[in-house]
């Protein structure tokens, strides 16, 4: 296990460094002075090569990674805005919540969603359930998410008027306008939905067709024989095997939504990662991107690992060799 937790981290590392060099690399390909945001549009040139030199920026891309990784780790920061100024530890600190509730309440809702009619439909297949969940599927995975917020926005928010038609309060610090738990829930709301309707529609599919290959193997056809009650078999044999592949889906789909949940954010004008790095790259502000960056790929890497490590409570007979 320890020797298992060790190459794991490793690698995780590996994986950082080159995410990272990677970014760095691809933000100078760009033809833009990033100076030139620090200075101002109308600033000389001499304003100009004072802001290069004052943020580094005139040294070799390698030495300026080198710089930003030993002030990471160091200093444990981010750096600063080159736009605003901000520290970007700061910044990714008000727009993480954001979207980290976003991905996480959404993926609750889609497999909430997702795992009965998955399962129901391998029971009863060709049936009336099966066929209309056959529908879902295709709608889910044809339809983007802008699409998807629009039309829920416009039918839920502005026809019924169930839900706010867009905006965010704050679940932790209340504003004048909105706050606190029921006003936050209810922002959400046709958010989650959203990511509800993109993702469960894959996972619907994908239960489906596990649960129907599980049903006919060997094993079950065994259980059953020797006379264990069907909700036995169902439980012990069939779902405890046909939802391994959707456990190693649901950690690589949440850190995939970490990176699209910008359509959605921007939909809903949620102040999320999303948001912010759209502005960021619109203004080539580096350390933003940087940071951004750097906390989805931590993100991604976190939520794999603990997959990983989930393999062996959901199926025994895996080992963390």
């Not at 990511?195 to 469960?200: D, E, K, N, P």
């Not at 193997?217 to 405890?240: C, F, I, N, W």
């Not at 989805?296 to 963390?320: E, G, S």
Request: proline residues 6%; glycine residues 8%; hydrophobic residues 55%.
């Amino acid at each position: 296990m320890f020797r298992y937790l060790i190459r794991r981290v490793l690698w995780a590392v590996v994986l950082f460094v080159a995410v990272t060099i990677v970014s760095f690399v691809i933000f100078f390909i760009v033809p833009v002075e990033p100076a030139r945001l620090i200075a101002g549009p109308q600033a000389p040139p001499d304003a100009v090569e004072r802001a290069k030199k004052a943020y580094h920026l005139d040294e070799p891309v390698w030495q300026q990674y080198g710089r930003f990784m030993k002030t990471m780790i160091v200093d444990g920061s981010l750096g600063k805005s080159l736009a605003t100024r901000q520290k970007v530890n700061d910044v990714v600190k008000r727009a993480a919540p954001v979207t980290i509730s976003l991905v996480i309440g959404g993926a609750i809702l889609w497999m909430l969603v997702a795992v009965p009619i998955g399962i129901l439909s391998a029971l009863r297949p060709r049936s009336l359930l099966d066929r209309a969940a056959m529908v879902f599927v295709l709608v889910g995975i044809s339809a983007h998410p802008v699409w998807i917020g629009l039309i829920l926005s416009y039918f839920v928010g502005y026809k019924l008027n169930l839900t706010p038609l867009g905006g965010y309060c704050d679940l932790i610090n209340p504003s004048t306008d909105c706050g606190g738990p029921i006003d936050w829930f209810h922002s959400m709301i046709l958010p989650w939905v959203t990511f509800m309707l993109l993702f469960a529609a894959l996972y619907v599919r994908m239960i489906r067709a596990n649960v129907l290959e599980t049903m006919n193997e060997d094993y079950v056809r065994t259980a059953r024989a020797k006379g264990a009650p069907e909700s036995q078999v169902m439980r012990s044999h069939v779902l405890r095997n046909a939802l391994l592949p959707v456990v190693t889906m649901l950690g690589m789909d949440i850190g995939l939504a970490l990176g699209g949940a910008i359509f959605t954010e921007s939909v809903f004008g949620l102040p999320g990662l999303g948001k912010v790095a759209v502005e960021a790259l619109n203004g080539f502000d580096l350390p933003i991107v940087m940071g951004i960056t750097v906390f989805a790929t931590l993100a991604i890497i976190i939520f794999n690992l603990a997959v990983d490590l989930l393999y062996a409570v959901i199926d025994p007979r895996i080992r963390l060799s």
